[in-house]
């Protein structure tokens, strides 16, 4: 291995390491509680090592969101691939996509609520992002109906997703009706 493919290496490897270490601190304490200075102490490097890989929070929120994203289309295709039938790959889908947000809220917060200096609707959508939709769009797409088009439909379908997820843990709905929350929207936006 070359000198210049070593420090390639070593380089990803501190990046990999602000990522996961932004993550966890987000995950237990809020995203603001991560700042540079405390991720600095944690990862046992300066300030300037991690300016050197992210400008500031705001991208460090944007990379744990392009991470995020790529592990929720592998969390929806896994739960849609496991399903039989129509109805039942799309309550796959919606209680996938419910859990993967209640299990890493401070990802989807990078993911859906925070700036993290990422493209959404554009051609300069990054590429996870792109593929987390196409992971919905897969299911959702064949139960669209007839003149309604797909990609318009999942959006709808992802936003009732996303306001479910939201208002469920910002407590603004009571717990005990998820379920039921769940299978009203399949059973009204998927034709029989």
Known sequence: MSVQERKQ??????ERL???TAR???EQQGWDAVT????????EYS???LYSHFRGKREIIGAVALQGAAEMAVALRA????ADGTRPRVTALARAYLDFAVRNPAVYDAMFRLDGGLAFAREDTPEPLKDAFAALLETLG?????GVHPGLFTEVFW???????TLTREGRLPPQYAEQRLELLVDRLIAA
């Not at 739960?79 to 496991?82: E, R």
Request: proline share 3%; net charge neutral.
């Open 9 to 14: 290496r070593e380089r990803a490897e501190r």
């Open 79 to 82: 739960a849609t691939a496991a």
């Open 18 to 20: 602000i990522v996961a």
């Open 24 to 26: 966890e601190l987000a």
């Open 47 to 49: 300030q300037p090592v």
């Open 159 to 165: 936003a009732a997703l996303h306001g479910l997820a």
């Open 142 to 146: 064949e139960v669209a109906g007839d």
């Open 36 to 43: 540079t200075r405390r991720l600095a102490e944690r990862i």
